[in-house]
């Protein structure tokens, strides 16, 4: 069995958490992989000398990897979308960084984590994708998102006009800076930050949540995510924002823009013992009273 890791170059992911996990694997039998620029960061900054096969992109890792170990926070989780696809790899996030809603293995936890992981102690958790059409250069051949798509206003410019239509049924007009639709997944990110509800990882919707409209009776709207979603964008400016979680694009005025769950879904490993309500209570603090 093979077990790859994935990590951005910055000073969280330090050589530490390389070394343990190598060193608990090697004693498995289990061998390892690395993406390469990762390494190459390690060996620049760390003096770090262990030898470890890497992997370069997403054809390499599909070809090697039974599982994936993500190093850093939810930004981090999101890019191993563009790695795994629809290859099925599960993907265990460890929280190096600062938020921790995907990436929900504390640090310090990584020992007892990888201990789990080898003993098969977990359920995968299959996570609902969205994916864009009417862009096809867009964002090429990775064109679905974990969290959240969203339209936006570019730079400075004036508010735009979004029409939104629900199966083709007109639903409304939003005159704001923006747009999102977010999964379930993504109701804790973006969407959460805008006013928009909190659901449960499993609940087969879409989130419709305005960025900053003009018109302040106009509020966040849960859909199916059986439903097709489609817009036009109007405004002051020759073109506008669209942004697949951390992956923007910018494409004309008046263009038409499609919005669908995608046909595949993302495996990421829920421990023993972990559970979506336990980390929505340490993450927002809930029951924690500040004034004593």
């Not at 608990?24 to 960061?41: A, G, Q, R």
């Not at 599909?62 to 993907?91: H, Q, W």
């Not at 929280?95 to 995968?124: C, I, M, P, Y």
């Not at 340490?282 to 004034?291: A, H, P, Y």
């Amino acid at each position: 069995m093979t077990i790859a890791i994935y990590a951005r170059s910055t000073k969280d992911n330090h050589s530490t958490y390389v070394e343990q996990i190598y060193s608990i694997l090697k004693n498995e039998k289990v061998d390892l992989i690395i993406h390469e620029p990762y390494y190459n960061f390690l060996k620049e900054n760390y003096n770090f000398t262990i030898p470890i096969a890497t992997f370069s992109d997403s054809d390499d890792l599909i070809s090697k990897a039974f599982y994936l170990i993500c190093l850093g926070g939810d930004g981090t989780m999101l890019e191993t979308l563009s790695l795994v696809r629809n290859s099925g790899i599960p993907v265990l996030g460890v929280n190096t960084g600062r938020l921790g809603f995907l990436a929900s293995v504390n640090k310090d936890d990584l020992a007892k984590a990888l201990g789990q992981l080898l003993n098969e102690k977990f359920t995968l958790d299959k996570r609902e994708l969205i994916e864009i059409t009417g862009c096809a250069e867009c964002f090429q051949d990775v064109n679905y998102a974990l969290n959240e798509f969203t339209i936006h206003k570019k730079d400075s410019s004036a508010m735009i006009n979004i029409d939104t239509y629900i199966d083709d049924v007109f639903l409304n007009s939003y005159f704001a800076d923006g747009l999102i639709v977010a999964t379930p997944t993504g109701s804790t990110a973006y969407s959460l930050s805008c006013g928009g509800p909190i659901m449960m990882p499993d609940s087969d919707n879409f989130i419709i949540t305005p960025i900053a409209p003009h018109n302040l009776t106009v509020r966040p709207i849960v859909v199916s995510n059986n439903k097709k979603i489609s817009f036009k964008v109007s405004g002051r400016s020759d073109s506008f924002n669209i942004a697949l979680d951390s992956r923007s694009a910018q494409i004309p005025s008046d263009s038409e823009i499609i919005i669908k769950k995608a046909d595949f879904r993302i495996n990421l490993i829920n421990l023993e013992g972990q559970h979506f309500f336990t980390t929505l209570r340490n993450k927002m603090m809930w029951g924690i009273d500040r004034r004593h």
